[in-house]
């Protein structure tokens, strides 16, 4: 479903989008982020757009040794960048689209989706199936380091994703309530977005 220039767009910056993405202080903001994602010991997460899976060692600390990490991109290259990760056996990085998830309902504790979700050409059809896929009772985040207006900025500077913008505050409420997630909360503010709501 996705644009054959975004696709490449993200095919062709994979092998260095971590290193260009995420300088130092990058990293300590991230760190600072996921404990907003509520993750708890053993929990199973969902991590939705993993890119080269620059969340991945971050969720293991949260969720720690008996954690389950599912991670899935679109882009090949990416998913090969995201498998170099430290993955213990229950892990599982893999190939599919945001728009159709190759699992069951109900089976992940959280689902984050950490700066993609802006790049998903069906925003209400992705975010159904993050929910279908969470179990009664689950988080799903959306998050970013940027807030909306400053990734709508950033986003403007590269052609394949210039038109990749994030809901305005009113729509994410709609979408997160027509795909049956109740008391959805969004901070926006400069260095954060944070959208989230439990599954009902
Ligand atoms: C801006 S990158 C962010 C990657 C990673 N979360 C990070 O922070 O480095 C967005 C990612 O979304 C992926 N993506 C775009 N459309 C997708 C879709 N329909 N399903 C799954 N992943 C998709 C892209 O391939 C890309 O790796």
């Known amino acids: 479903m996705t644009g054959r220039s975004q696709r490449q767009f ?7 989008w971590e290193h260009h993405c995420y300088p ?3 990293r300590e903001r991230l ?31 949260a969720v720690g040794p008996a954690g389950r990490i599912c991670s899935f991109d ?3 290259p990416m998913v090969r960048q995201a498998r170099r990760k430290p993955l213990l056996e229950q892990d599982l990085v893999l190939q599919a689209d945001a728009h159709h998830l190759p699992f069951d309902a109900d089976i992940f504790d959280n689902v984050v989706c950490f700066a993609a979700f802006p790049h998903f ?3 209400a059809l992705a975010l159904f199936e993050m929910v279908r896929v969470a179990r009664p009772g689950a988080r799903v985040v959306i998050a970013h380091l940027l807030s909306r207006e ?11 994703v210039a038109d990749d913008i994030l809901p305005d505050a009113e729509r994410m409420q709609a979408l997160f309530r027509q795909a049956g997630l109740g ?3 969004i901070e926006d503010r400069p260095g954060r977005y944070l959208a989230t709501g439990g599954k009902r």
């Open 10 to 16: 993200f095919d062709s910056r994979a092998s260095d």
């Open 24 to 26: 130092q202080e990058v």
């Open 31 to 61: 760190a600072g982020l996921v404990p907003e994602f509520g993750l708890a010991p053993g929990a199973r997460v969902l991590d939705v757009g993993t890119g080269p899976g620059v969340l991945i060692p971050y969720l293991r600390r």
């Open 74 to 76: 679109l882009s090949l």
């Open 121 to 123: 050409d069906d925003p």
């Open 150 to 160: 400053e990734l709508a900025r950033h986003h403007g500077g590269h052609a394949a």
């Open 183 to 185: 008391d959805p909360r």
